[in-house]
């Protein structure tokens, strides 16, 4: 199963390139500077990334992740205009996300509908959520943001890591310990290659979907909180489209979108090679977002195809 | 390929009791409706046209309805097509350039068109040849089709991409006779889909390819050509949703246009009691579904209540509508109506 690496390794290797390619065209990109800014301002999208990664290698899809982000944002906001610790509704908030993914994997499993409907209603439940509590964009106003802000680990070079992405590499490494070390995440992998020899294993297969949904709301939640720390307010559109981030994040960090095959990590490296584009063309200053997009769909075109050509020979070309 | 005729109707004994949640779903909703306004259902003539909530659900319902019978025939093969709001946001601007550009506006609407088509070969071309997952497949094109559509405004500088055009916007805000033009035009395009559907072969080759692709190969059908075809029928159809929406707003606006279209097609098919799984194309569910989904915006934003509701209402509509789609849950309530036992 070693070549279940290579696409990851693909992957590193482009985000070296493309890195490279801006040092040779922008003086001071070559610098821990530009890399830990990119890791800063996309923390959030890699949290929320490495939920759906979760999803997406049990099989399943998660589309509630962009609108979780936005009403993580304003509720934390609205609490904080009570006055609460921002701590304190992050918790709340995380416990949230954790529960409504779990309803998400109830009902996806329970009623058998597919994960895709369930969490696109899952997607305008939260979004109009967020129209609910507030529409204008609220400050988060307590000293703790400031603080927060203001942690940072310096880098060799220059640079520094910032809290959020200092929290981004926790949420990574919490996460690689489940995939890898825990027999729920041997549960997700299992599922995730071949549901009905899954569950003649053994595998609870109700158990490991209200998990791994609960799982990926959880990390969207956390996502949802970072970027609200990160803006220092909540604003009810935040987040939207961020699911297909997310989904693309994974996807260029080797995952399959059949599930099974994938590993957590290279949901950091998929989301730092978007943030890395999207820097890319920022330097540039004369190219327009709309080359974000248009760069983004052609190198998800490039690694769909690659990853055809590498592991297609390790997915049974079932009649699916 | 020889094609049937007359073709085998094997959706026939079914297709009832799937049409009759989305049924008593818009029936709820007009009963709610009827509660809150009387005159909800009036329907009166003004300016030599047809006026009234209901026309107005319809003639809204439209574009989306119109995407949603392509995407029925593409979740029939057992696909999906999330790039549809992005061929929006690209024939939008295609067509609002060749416009600018002097072409006849005729011409100008081959070419639009013509460009979702183009658009729908790309996909199938991914599907079908590289075999590819629909899903990611048609992401590509979602994630890039907007930018797409951007950098054809840039082409004539896309500074003012306003345009007038008295025949394309007849077609999407016109009216012929009492009855708006997009309604007639989106009636046509059914119509047209229903009998290559179901009076050509080709109706049951999409459905074959979708419920077993394997047998359908064995069977003789040309799986890819088959699959190919339904990418193209759906890029036809957002494109002709893409046509009606620009000529309404004058504009190419290919961030906003047509946004979460997809997501309301894939909806509008999944009310209309299409199955994800595929092998089954139910065109009237998907316009039915179409219907609903907007009868339950018109119906939230008429009721009074504030329009930051609408999303949640949906959400819980569409929630209700598909738990009583799934045989699962209806088990589940009949066995707890009938005296809990497990």
């Known amino acids: 199963m070693k070549r279940t690496w290579l696409p990851l390794a693909a992957t590193i290797a482009v985000f070296v390139a493309l890195f490279g390619v801006g040092g040779a065209l922008y003086n001071h990109f070559l610098s821990s500077l530009v890399l830990g800014d990119i890791l800063d301002d996309n923390a959030f999208l890699i949290i929320a990334a490495i939920g759906a990664n979760f999803v997406i290698l049990s099989g399943g899809i998660d589309l509630s992740i962009g609108s979780m982000i936005g009403f993580v944002g304003v509720v934390m906001a609205k609490l904080d205009a009570f006055g609460w610790h921002p701590l304190a509704s992050a918790a709340v908030m995380i416990v949230f996300g954790a529960g409504f993914g779990a309803c998400q994997g109830l009902i996806i499993d329970f009623c058998e509908i597919q994960p895709f409907i369930v969490t696109l209603a899952g997607l305008f439940l939260l979004r109009g959520a967020c129209f609910m509590v507030t529409l204008d964009s609220l400050p988060l106003r307590h000293p703790f943001v400031s603080d927060f802000a203001a942690v940072a680990l310096p880098l060799p070079g220059g640079g520094f890591l910032a809290s959020s992405a200092l929290a981004m590499f926790a949420a990574l490494a919490v996460a690689v310990v489940i995939a890898h070390k825990t027999s729920f995440g041997a ?134 | ?206 459905e074959a390819v979708g419920a077993n692709p394997k047998a359908a190969e064995l069977a003789g059908v040309e799986a890819r050509a088959i699959k190919w075809a339904a990418y193209v029928i759906s890029g ?49 569910g998907a316009v039915l579904g179409a219907v609903v989904i907007q009868a339950l915006t018109t119906s939230i934003l008429t009721s009074g209540l504030p329009p930051e509701y609408n999303l949640v209402v949906k959400a819980g509509v569409v929630l209700v509508v598909l738990l009583l789609q799934s045989a699962r849950t209806r088990a589940a309530v009949a066995r707890l109506a009938t005296g809990r036992k497990r």
């Open chain 2, 236 to 284: 036809f159809m957002a494109a002709a949703a893409g046509v009606i929406l620009t000529a309404d707003t004058h504009t190419s606006d290919p961030v906003s246009i047509g946004l979460y279209s997809e997501l309301d097609a894939i909806l509008a098919v999944v009310i209309g009691g299409g199955s994800l799984n595929g092998g089954r194309i139910y065109l009237l």
């Open chain 1, 187 to 320: 549960n997700v992998y299992a599922m995730g290659g071949d549901r009905t020899s899954a569950a003649l294993m053994g595998v609870p297969i109700r158990a490991t979907t209200v998990k791994v949904y609960a799982l990926g709301g959880l990390y969207s939640a956390f996502g949802g909180v970072i970027y609200a720390l990160y803006t220092s307010s909540g604003y009810p559109l935040a987040g939207s489209g961020a699911e297909l981030s997310a989904i693309a994040a994974v996807v260029l960090g080797g995952t399959l979108l059949t599930g099974g095959i994938g590993l957590v990590v290279g949901a950091l490296f998929g989301g730092m090679i978007l943030g890395l584009i999207a820097t890319l063309i920022n330097f540039n200053g004369s190219l327009n977002g709309a080359w974000i997009m248009i760069s983004s769909g052609v190198l998800l075109f490039v690694f769909i195809v690659m990853q055809r050509a590498l592991v297609g020979s390790l997915t049974p070309r079932s009649a699916s």
């Open chain 2, 1 to 206: 390929m020889k094609s049937f005729s007359p073709p085998l109707k094997i959706s026939t004994p079914r297709a009832a009791p799937r049409l009759l949640w989305p049924l008593v779903a818009l029936a709820l909703i007009f009963a709610v409706d009827g509660i809150i306004s009387p005159h909800f259902f009036a329907i009166r003539i003004v300016e030599g046209r047809l006026f009234g909530n209901l026309v107005d659900i319809v003639y809204r319902a439209t574009p989306i309805a119109i995407v949603a019978l392509g995407m029925a025939i593409v979740i029939g093969t057992k696909g999906i097509d999330l790039s549809v709001g992005a061929i929006i946001a690209i024939v939008g601007a295609t067509l609002d350039w060749r416009i600018h550009m002097g072409d006849p506006h005729l011409l100008a609407l081959a070419i639009a068109l013509a460009a979702g088509v183009a658009c729908g070969l790309w996909n199938g071309l991914l599907v079908a040849v590289l075999d590819i997952q629909p899903i990611i497949a048609t992401l590509i094109l979602m994630v890039s089709g907007r930018g797409v559509g951007l950098m054809i405004n840039l082409i004539y500088g896309g500074s003012d991409p306003s345009f007038e055009s008295p025949l394309l916007q007849g077609l999407s805000t016109g009216h012929i006779g009492l009855i708006p033009t997009r309604i007639l035009v989106g009636i046509g395009l059914w119509i047209a889909l229903w009998a290559l559907v179901r009076r050509t072969a080709l109706g049951l080759f999409l």
